[in-house]
């Protein structure tokens, strides 16, 4: 494993170039992988490591919109496709990557199947981190770890797609075979990430709760709003407001600052701008920073994991959850942002 700088800090990383492919194709040669659910993450895991010559098959419900998904994909009933149940017993190794709610509900199943030396894989800490809300416990033989991608599990297949990996988080709660690292490892190189950053369990959980939503989703949508309705109730133009708080963020800069840095996207503005960002930026962080605390507290507390259990275990959570994405859709910001994207050269019909 390297030990990299990271700003003053040691830290372990371990890399596809250490770590290739062969090796952990020959450290799982020997293993089943069912990957238990096919929404996000399932696909794409599924996928890369079928790609990456990893003996996986898929456990889903038969009957549902997703078994028909993983046979367009190439999953084949009765081979590489079964109903949950019969894939937890072909597994050796236990991908659980139904949505953290659903893991509660079928837990019991899962458990009956975990016989000794086998290994359950999460791409969260949530269920092991919050056992009092879940009632997830494994038993003391099997191995228990994580490999939580760092990104949708769309682009996890998109950039393995393109020969690029998506960075990966990586935890061993338990190591009752011994093999606990070397299992864990190999995962995480087949399932397609390009680096694995070392955690744990209670860690990767923490962070990622706040960042999805804090700065990674809902923080983001917070700030778009506020400066919105501020250019609007000052008589800008939707187009004009969108453009000056969405558009150019998301065309222009970020691309930027994911290429070479926050300063390197100030650098390549104007020098009024960089005048202007540099003075307001701090006045921002302590602005929102209060609620940073505030979040990371709810998270802390396990008040953010008792309401996504309490609302995504209703029956009718999927319709109220798309009923409030067609909210935000609905709004004019985001009505402004489709007739803004319609322009773009990709998007422009082509006439005949
Ligand atoms: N969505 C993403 O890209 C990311 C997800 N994760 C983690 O990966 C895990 C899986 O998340 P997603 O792929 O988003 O899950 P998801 O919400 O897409 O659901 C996955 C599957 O669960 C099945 N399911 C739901 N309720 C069920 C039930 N009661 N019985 C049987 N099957 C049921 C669905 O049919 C679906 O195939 C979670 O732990 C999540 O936190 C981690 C990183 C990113
Ligand atoms: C994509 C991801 O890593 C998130 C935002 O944490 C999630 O989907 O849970
Ligand atoms: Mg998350
Ligand atoms: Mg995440």
Redo the contacts with the bound molecule.
């Keep these: 494993m390297a030990k990299l700088n990271f700003g003053g800090t040691e830290e372990t990383v371990v890399t596809r170039e250490e770590f290739p492919l062969s090796k952990a194709q020959e450290i799982l040669k020997n293993e089943t992988v069912a990957v238990i659910g096919y929404g996000v993450q399932g696909p794409g895991q599924a996928l890369n490591q079928k790609d990456n010559g990893i003996n996986v098959i898929v456990g889903q419900r038969k009957n549902s919109k997703t078994w028909d998904k993983a046979v367009r994909d190439g999953f084949v009933p009765g081979e590489t496709l079964f109903e949950i149940e019969e894939a937890l017993e072909r597994g050796t190794v236990i991908c659980y990557l139904l949505s953290d709610a659903a893991q509660i509900e079928l837990w019991p199943t899962v458990k009956k199947h975990l016989t000794a030396g086998k290994a359950l894989y999460f791409s969260h800490g949530f269920g092991i981190t919050f056992k009092e809300q879940t009632g997830i416990i494994p038993p003391a033989d099997v191995d228990v770890f994580l490999v939580a991608p760092?990104?949708?599990g769309t682009s996890l297949r998109r950039m393995f797609l393109e020969g690029r990996g998506l960075n990966s988080s990586f935890a061993i709660f338990q190591d009752a075979t011994g093999r606990a690292f070397e299992r864990v490892i190999s995962l995480g190189i087949a399932v397609g990430s390009g680096y694995l950053f070392e955690t744990d369990f209670r860690k990767e959980v923490f962070s990622?709760l706040t960042?999805?939503r804090g700065t990674?989703?809902g923080c983001i949508q917070g700030i778009f709003a506020a400066q919105y309705e501020v250019l609007r109730s000052k008589g800008h133009s939707p187009s004009e407001s969108f453009n000056e708080t969405v558009e150019e963020l998301t065309q222009s800069l970020m691309p930027l600052v994911a290429e070479n840095g926050m300063d390197w996207m100030y650098a390549n503005c104007s020098t009024t701008a960089q005048r202007g960002a540099l003075d307001w930026w701090k006045k921002f962080r302590d602005a929102t920073k209060p609620v940073f605390e505030e979040l990371y507290e709810s998270v802390a507390t396990g008040k953010e994991s008792q309401r996504s259990i309490d609302s995504n275990s209703q029956p009718d959570y999927r319709v109220k959850l798309d009923a409030e994405l067609a909210e935000l859709r609905d709004s004019e910001m985001w009505q402004s942002g489709k007739t803004v994207r319609s322009l773009r050269p990709e998007n422009q019909v082509v006439e005949a």
Aim: charge should be negative; avoid cysteine; aromatic fraction near 0%.
């Design positions: 760092k990104g949708s990622d960042g999805e990674l989703m």
